[in-house]
């Protein structure tokens, strides 16, 4: 049984920094197309943070991370990394790792329907 597990949330103020990890068990993330992001916030719906290929590398973020959030990958691949730096009060959510059997682009990165596999998230507080 294929597993995500998600870690590194918890309570930060404004301005801090955090890198949420995302782990597989029971198969590789080598054997996905690519690997997501997404976050709920408090009385709001699933949305996409970010994506990472795992064929070709590219990246895909939403408007509200970008430049701020970075995803990433271990060399090995068995690791993908969120870092979010400039943490604000709106970043404020419970994050999903979620992985896809299917080639991502631009015009489906972004939708829950694209992924077929998802961890069960990480709390991410940015309060002061």
């Known amino acids: 049984q294929v597993q995500l597990v998600e870690s590194g949330g918890g309570l930060v103020n404004p301005g801090d920094s955090l890198r949420l990890s995302c782990t597989v068990s029971?198969?590789?993330?080598?054997?996905?197309?690519?690997v997501a992001w997404f976050r709920r916030a408090p009385g709001k719906e699933r949305i996409f943070v970010a994506a990472l290929s795992m064929t070709g590398g590219s990246t895909y973020y939403a408007d509200a991370v970008k430049g701020r959030f970075t995803i990433s990958s271990d060399g090995a691949k068995t690791t993908v990394f969120l870092r979010m730096n400039n943490l604000k009060s709106e970043d404020t959510a419970v994050y999903y790792c979620?992985?896809?059997?299917?080639?991502?682009?631009?015009?489906?990165?972004?939708?829950?329907?694209?992924?077929?596999?998802w961890g069960q998230g990480t709390q991410v507080i940015v309060s002061s």
């Open positions: 029971g198969r590789s993330f080598t054997n996905f197309f690519a």
């Open positions: 979620a992985a896809s059997d299917w080639a991502i682009n631009s015009m489906n990165v972004h939708t829950t329907e694209q992924y077929d596999t």
